[in-house]
């Protein structure tokens, strides 16, 4: 008895032992990380002078690449190399911990929030006329991501007006204020920046998450929506100098925590509308400053699954939603909370880049698939798929406007990435391929006010944006950007396009 005790005594003793032993063999990833990137990535990996080191955040990243970036740097940012200071080891074991989720929610409240406002001391608040000569709403802003800059363009002359530092990763599309003076940018990591266009500056930034999927602005003009993955929370500021409305926190109606799948305006319904995107719930809040006693609050809406992605029609009375699970999409009748019919779209429907027009006297809409090379064209009377155009891959982005009667397409996965589609929105069919800059990414259109010229992207480090007359598809013009992955004309924001998504 008493030799096996002293036995498992020994086992016992071993154990720890042999843990440590291999331990000390393995690199301490954290502390490694608190030694070498905390100064800049966050003590939490929430980011500071560095974006936030996050799974959700990185996505977009693979971990080959951040092995790549910790090894030898970004040239020419403030991304140190580490090849000569850490092992191969070390940084795989860097690169497995900032992939690795936080052991618990990390705390953005009203406080942080607050404290990261910050409104440039300069900011001159008497000026009401553009300090420039282009028409202020025939700009375009162009998000370069290639080296996170956004560039200005006079949609007259296409000369750049400006061109300035912008946060890190900006995404999801701006949002314009009614009146096409301010601009409000929103970066992956939750930073929101508000931009006037007539005086080319910053006039207020903060941070309203860690990682967030999109913003929206309130019909008139006076709320932005910011919809959180991290934390799980809705977000609503005031539009005027950033400060906290309300946070909104995500969670179902069963109580299951959440992040917010996407945010929208609903225009005529004076009310912001979100799906999550753990649970499967519709949410409208009421911006109505008529309807006081309902402002601000959710109104939730119970869907059979979980809607990834969604569209409205012209009324707002139909949301068209994409889901994964359904693995096609349903129609909510918005007003009754009920699904009106169920549509069979194989591969996952891009309604984030649907687009509207009139055919024969009818409303439709088209959209693109994800990991499929179809175009899909629903009429929005019936909810019935009236023609599938095939691609040679799956398009990304579609665009038109009203003065023009073609569609423009990309086909932003596989090999043919450098087409652009033109589809005649009369007949439905394909009537170009276009092939701008062969053996490059060409991506994401979008027209001047008056639909003349479309903007195509050259979407490459060493890109451009083409500027390409919309009738005889010629290129006028070719100006060099950085990988710009979006680009936005103030008149056909504000006054809601339907050739272009919202
Ligand atoms: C002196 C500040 C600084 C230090 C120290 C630093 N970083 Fe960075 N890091 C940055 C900046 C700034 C960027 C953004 C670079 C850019 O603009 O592309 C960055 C980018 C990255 C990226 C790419 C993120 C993305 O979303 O593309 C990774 C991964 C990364 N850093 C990991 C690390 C790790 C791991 C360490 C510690 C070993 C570290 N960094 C130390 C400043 C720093």
Redesign the pocket.
């Known amino acids: 008895m008493k030799r096996l005790a002293a036995f498992t005594m020994a086992l016992m003793m071993l154990v720890p032992l042999a843990a440590v032993a291999k331990d000390a063999a393995r690199p301490h990833a954290a502390a490694?990380?608190q030694k070498?990137?905390a100064?800049?990535?966050g003590k939490e990996r929430l980011g500071g002078?560095?974006?936030a080191?996050l799974p959700g955040?990185?996505r977009?990243?693979r971990k080959k690449?951040?092995a790549k970036?910790?090894a030898q740097g970004?040239i020419s940012?403030?991304?140190?190399a580490?090849g000569d200071k850490?092992s191969e080891k070390q940084?795989a074991a860097?690169?497995k911990y900032?992939y690795t989720p936080l052991p618990q929610m990390p705390v953005w409240g009203k406080k942080e929030i607050e404290a990261s406002r910050h409104i440039p001391v300069d900011t001159d608040f008497s000026v009401t006329r553009p300090q420039h000569d282009a028409d202020p709403l025939n700009l375009f802003v162009v998000v370069e991501s290639g080296?996170?800059h956004v560039s200005i363009l006079d949609g007259d002359t296409f000369e750049r007006l400006t061109r300035f530092k912008s946060r890190?990763?900006l995404h999801g599309g701006p949002k314009f204020t009614p009146d096409g003076r301010y601009v409000f940018f929103q970066s992956?990591d939750g930073w929101i920046t508000k931009y006037d266009l007539y005086t080319l500056d910053v006039v207020a930034e903060m941070r309203a998450g860690i990682n967030t999927r999109n913003i929206a602005i309130s019909a008139d003009g006076s709320v932005i929506a910011v919809a959180n993955y991290l934390p799980h929370n809705l977000v609503l500021l005031s539009a005027d100098d950033l400060s906290v409305i309300r946070i909104i926190p995500a969670v179902s109606a069963d109580g299951a925590s959440s992040r917010v799948a996407a945010v929208y305006q609903a225009r005529p319904r004076h009310s912001f509308v979100a799906t999550l995107k753990d649970a499967p719930e519709f949410w409208e809040i009421s911006t109505d400053p008529k309807r006081k006693e309902a402002l601000y609050e959710v109104r939730r809406v119970k869907l059979p699954a979980i809607v990834d992605d969604f569209f409205f029609d012209q009324s707002y009375r139909h949301m068209l939603g994409a889901s994964r699970d359904l693995k096609g999409a349903i129609v909510l009748n918005v007003d009754t909370g009920e699904v009106i019919r169920r549509l069979d779209l194989p591969g996952l429907p891009h309604l984030g880049s649907g687009i509207t027009w009139k055919w024969q006297g009818r409303p439709v809409m088209a959209t693109p698939h994800l990991g499929e090379g179809r175009i899909s064209i629903i009429a929005m009377d019936t909810w019935e798929v009236v023609k599938t155009l095939k691609t040679p891959g799956p398009g990304f982005f579609l665009r038109s406007h009203e003065n023009t009667p073609y569609a423009w397409a990309d086909v932003f996965f596989g090999p043919d990435r450098d087409k652009m589609l033109v589809i005649d929105k009369r007949t439905l069919e394909i009537v170009k391929v276009l092939n701008y800059a062969p053996g490059k990414t060409v991506a994401h259109v979008e027209f001047d006010r008056y639909g003349k010229y479309a903007l195509i992207s050259v979407w490459e480090q060493d890109g451009a944006v083409l500027v390409v007359d919309a009738n005889t598809f010629e290129v006028k013009k070719r100006i060099p950007m950085k990988k710009p992955v979006g680009k936005y004309n103030v008149f056909n924001k504000i006054t809601f396009s339907e050739g272009t998504s919202h």
């Open positions: 490694l990380y070498h990137c100064e800049c990535h002078i560095g974006p080191l955040n990185l977009r990243l690449k951040a970036v910790i970004r940012t403030q991304m140190p580490f850490l940084i860097l690169v900032i080296d996170h890190y990763a992956r």
